[in-house]
C-alpha cells in the first residue's frame, strides 16, 4: 500500500466525500425530457473533490464506497446493477478528470480536464445504459418495449433503443455531469484551501505542530 497516498488524513478524507456523496444521492431531481428513474443530483461533486484534491485512486475508492454506504442504507432495487453502472460512471468522470488536472494543476487545466471527462462520462452512459442497466430493467418491468414506451411518453422521438440514447442517456449526462462540473470548477479552490491547510493532501508528511 502507498503510503503517501493513504496517509491517515487521505482515508479520513476519502470517508468523508464518500458519505457526503451518498447523502447527495438521496436529493435527487426529476428531469422532463427523460424517464422517471433517471433523476439529477450531486453526488458526482464530491468525487470530482477528492479526483482533484488526492488523485484518481481515492477518486475510485470515493466512488465504490459511496454506493456500498448506499446499499447499507437503502438496499437495491436494481438486482444491484444500478450500483455496478453508478460505480461504472462516477469513475468514467472523475479518473479522466484527475488525470489531466495533476499535470498542470491551474483552473484552465481543471476546465479542459472536465470537459473530456464529461465526454468520456457521456460516452460511458450510452454503452453501460444500453448493454447493461436497461437490458436489467426491461426483465422486471416486462421488456424493453415497455422501457422505450416511458422514453415515448416523455418524449415521442424516442422509439427504439437507438433513439433513446440519442434523446435520453445523452442529454440527461450531458446536463448532469455540466452541472456538478460547473459547480466542481467554482467550489474547488476554495475547499483546496481548507483541505491543504495543515499540509499537502497526498504527501505524506507529518504536520508539525
Known sequence: MNQKLFNVKNVVLIGMFSALAA???TLQIPVPFAPP????????LPVLVGAFAMGPVPAVLIAV???VLKLLINGTSTFYVGEVAN?????MFSVPAALIYRRHKTKKMAIAA?????????IGAVFVNCFLT???????FGGIENIIAMGTAVNPAITNLYT?????IVPFNLLKCSLN????VLVYKRISVILHAEGQVGAGRTVKG
Open 23 to 25: 447523502v447527495l444521492e
Open 37 to 44: 428513474f433517471y433523476k439529477l443530483d450531486f453526488a458526482e
Open 65 to 67: 464506497v459511496k454506493n
Open 87 to 91: 460505480i461504472i460512471g462516477s469513475i
Open 114 to 122: 472536465l470537459c473530456v471527462s464529461t465526454v468520456t462520462a457521456i
Open 134 to 140: 436497461i437490458p436489467t430493467y426491461a426483465i422486471a
Open 164 to 168: 433513446f440514447a440519442i434523446f435520453a
Open 181 to 184: 462540473a460547473l459547480v466542481t
